[in-house]
């Protein structure tokens, strides 16, 4: 059965979390971890010592990967190799959670799919909505329970998804940078101020946006929403209101997990939905089934029929 307990999760840590084992088969160790919020300052640096997946699941936090300076949420997924160096704070209060997979260095040997990542420095990007619903149900099968032989091959399977995607959405060390900036064409000043204020929009979404206006928003930021609107565009290729309701649909999916079963009107009202068609509209356009559906696959009993994605 998983585990739980409250301290420095299943490895060495420098931040205080609740953690929750879910398996460890065949030189793998998957585990989630919800952040307990102490001090707001950086942690300190710390060298990582397996490689390892990090997908995000609500909150938001600033990680300092390899001295470079970035906001993960609940939309981020974080690939980082023995060596890598890390520290990450929490300047505005809020928590996290993230569900995490360290992999032994002859598990991925025996992958050429993961040739690239075994040769590369920490890989930072985003999981797109079909790859969050996999992660959130491979984490629901683990917590009904799987012997390890199905658990090695679940990981196996989910690690070829992963990898891809990385793959696919990588654009090597610096391209992202240099899509940007050839996009903005301006000082390496403005560059820098344009990626803190769409960092900083980022943080007030995820910590406390789903139901402040544009205008509430742009205050909390220093910026009008033109202004936010314009260069939010330009530095992270998305709209607020498509990152925006990324965010809410996660969150909608860590809610319909928990076993309360709290009405989908109650959900819609708290995640800043007009009303419950709404909520379903938006997260059947984001992962493809409705609510309820969702609730089952991410709640049901092995024994439950309709427990299959």
Not at 54 to 70: K, M
Not at 80 to 88: F, L, S
Not at 289 to 309: I, K, M, S, V, Y
Request: glycine fraction near 8%; include cysteine; charge should be positive.
């Amino acid at each position: 059965m998983p585990a739980e307990g409250v301290g420095s999760d299943p490895r060495r840590r420098t931040t205080p979390a609740r953690w929750r084992v879910l398996g460890h088969p065949d030189g793998m160790l998957i585990y989630q971890v919800r952040c307990i919020v102490e001090n707001h300052g950086w942690t300190e640096t710390v060298a990582e010592d397996r490689h390892k997946v990090i997908l995000g699941r609500s909150g938001a936090y600033r990680r300092r990967l390899n001295g470079r300076v970035e906001v993960s949420d609940a939309t981020s997924m974080l690939l980082t190799r023995p060596g890598d160096e890390m520290a990450v704070a929490h300047p505005f209060g809020c928590g996290d959670s993230y569900t995490c997979l360290e992999i032994d260095s002859a598990v991925l040997a025996q992958r050429p799919d993961a040739e690239r990542w075994m040769d590369r420095a920490g890989w930072a990007g985003t999981s797109d909505a079909t790859l969050d619903l996999a992660h959130r149900l491979l984490v629901a099968e683990f917590r009904r329970g799987l012997d390890g032989f199905e658990m090695a091959e679940r990981l196996q399977r989910f690690l070829a998804r992963l990898l891809s995607h990385s793959a696919l959405t990588s654009n090597g060390e610096n391209g992202e940078d240099g899509a940007v900036e050839r996009a903005v064409r301006r000082r390496p000043a403005t560059l820098a101020a344009h990626r803190r204020l769409a960092d900083r929009a980022r943080e007030v979404l995820a910590n406390s946006g789903f139901t402040m206006g544009l205008d509430e928003v742009a205050r909390e930021v220093g910026s009008s929403p033109h202004h936010l609107s314009r260069v939010f565009q330009r530095m992270t290729g998305s709209s607020l209101t498509a990152y925006r309701n990324r965010l809410r649909v996660r969150a909608v999916l860590d809610t319909l997990a928990e076993p309360d079963g709290r009405p989908l009107g109650a959900l819609a009202s708290e995640y800043g939905f007009a009303d419950q068609a709404h909520l379903t509209r938006v997260v059947r356009e984001q992962v493809g089934h409705p609510p309820a559906r969702l609730r089952r696959l991410l709640t049901a009993t092995r024994e439950d029929p309709g427990a299959t994605a």
